[in-house]
């Protein structure tokens, strides 16, 4: 028996969760397909049916330090000292030593302090752009379990991920085991991400109240309280923070891909 959360099955075991800083190889700059589906928003203001997402493919993990460390190569424009204000508070890439060097420090960890301006043009010098947030949320919800109370222990573990984050301790990209069904790997458990539209129009007015959190609880479990605390925390996001928590991941049209691939 599969226990939904609020999304199409996936199929994911405790065995995996309970490992969280299990060693996986790590697939740096792999893409894969999400196909098209729905899903149920938690947002209060989106009524009625399931939110249609159209298919894109998406990078397995998030950009790396080493993959930003060669972005800077080409784009010296967006090196520390050279970014303009309005693109990047002052901590842009603050844990960074330097950028000429060819020996990146932590190589495999998900590189933060990153603005959603340098985000974007990491995303456009590779082909693609960031996730929108409904992208980022359905495929993050693309996951079942056995059982309701696997379900509950998967949730509880967000919630605790959430409340316990440790900034200073980041894993590498495909450590926190976790994985959704076309292998998009850790979008829980490792940082928190940017997304195309992280201030949707309509939530303008939230705030990180208890009776907001409690309003976007719509499916009335604690899975979907972990996604109403991403919602919420992305409101206090400006396109120019560099928070050591945040990092990203790249997404692609379909066409764009498919051009590509008709190409080599």
Same mark, same amino acid.
């Given at each position: 028996?599969?226990?939904?959360?609020?999304?199409?099955p996936v199929k994911i075991t405790l065995t995996v969760l309970a490992v969280v800083m299990l060693s996986l190889p790590n697939v740096v700059g792999a893409q894969v397909l999400v196909p098209s589906g729905s899903f149920h928003s938690v947002m209060p203001e989106v009524k009625g049916e399931p939110v249609a997402v %159209?298919?894109?493919?998406?990078?397995?993990?998030?950009? *790396?330090?080493? +993959?930003? &460390? !060669?972005?800077?190569?080409? &784009?010296?424009d967006w090196r520390p000292g050279n970014v303009p204000s309005i693109f990047a508070y002052k901590g842009y890439l603050k844990s960074w030593e330097s950028v @000429?060097?060819? $020996?990146?420090?932590?190589? $495999?960890?998900?590189? *933060?302090?990153?603005?959603?301006?340098?985000?974007?043009?990491?995303?456009?010098?590779?082909?693609?752009?960031?996730?929108?947030? @409904?992208?980022? #949320?359905? /495929?993050?919800?693309?996951?079942?379990?056995?059982?309701?109370? %696997?379900?509950? !222990?998967?949730?509880?573990?967000?919630?605790?991920?959430?409340?316990?984050? %440790?900034?200073?301790?980041?894993?590498?990209?495909?450590?926190?085991?976790? !994985? @959704?069904? &076309?292998?998009?790997?850790? +979008?829980? =458990?490792?940082?928190?991400?940017?997304?195309?539209?992280?201030?949707?129009?309509?939530? $303008?007015?939230?705030?990180?109240?208890?009776?907001?959190?409690?309003?976007?609880?719509?499916? =009335?479990?604690?899975?979907?309280?972990?996604?109403?605390?991403?919602?919420? *925390?992305?409101? /206090?996001?400006?396109?120019?923070?560099?928070? /050591?928590?945040?990092?990203?991941?790249?997404?692609?049209?379909?066409?764009?891909? #498919? #051009?590509?691939?008709? /190409?080599?």
């Open positions: 028996m599969n226990i939904l959360t609020n999304i199409a %159209d298919s894109f493919y998406l990078d397995t993990t998030a950009v *790396t330090n080493k +993959q930003y &460390h !060669e972005f800077l190569q080409d &784009h010296e @000429n060097s060819d $020996d990146v420090v932590n190589p $495999d960890q998900p590189v *933060t302090n990153v603005s959603w301006y340098a985000a974007n043009a990491y995303c456009q010098s590779v082909g693609g752009r960031l996730p929108t947030l @409904n992208e980022w #949320e359905y /495929s993050a919800q693309l996951m079942d379990f056995d059982s309701s109370a %696997d379900a509950q !222990e998967f949730a509880n573990r967000l919630m605790s991920w959430y409340s316990t984050f %440790d900034n200073e301790n980041i894993g590498d990209i495909g450590s926190s085991g976790i !994985e @959704n069904r &076309h292998g998009v790997k850790d +979008q829980f =458990g490792l940082i928190m991400e940017w997304v195309e539209d992280f201030k949707p129009v309509v939530a $303008d007015d939230l705030s990180l109240d208890c009776g907001t959190v409690g309003r976007m609880q719509q499916l =009335g479990n604690a899975y979907s309280y972990a996604a109403s605390i991403r919602y919420i *925390t992305r409101m /206090s996001f400006n396109p120019k923070s560099t928070n /050591s928590t945040v990092g990203f991941r790249c997404a692609y049209d379909v066409e764009t891909i #498919e #051009e590509k691939e008709a /190409s080599l």
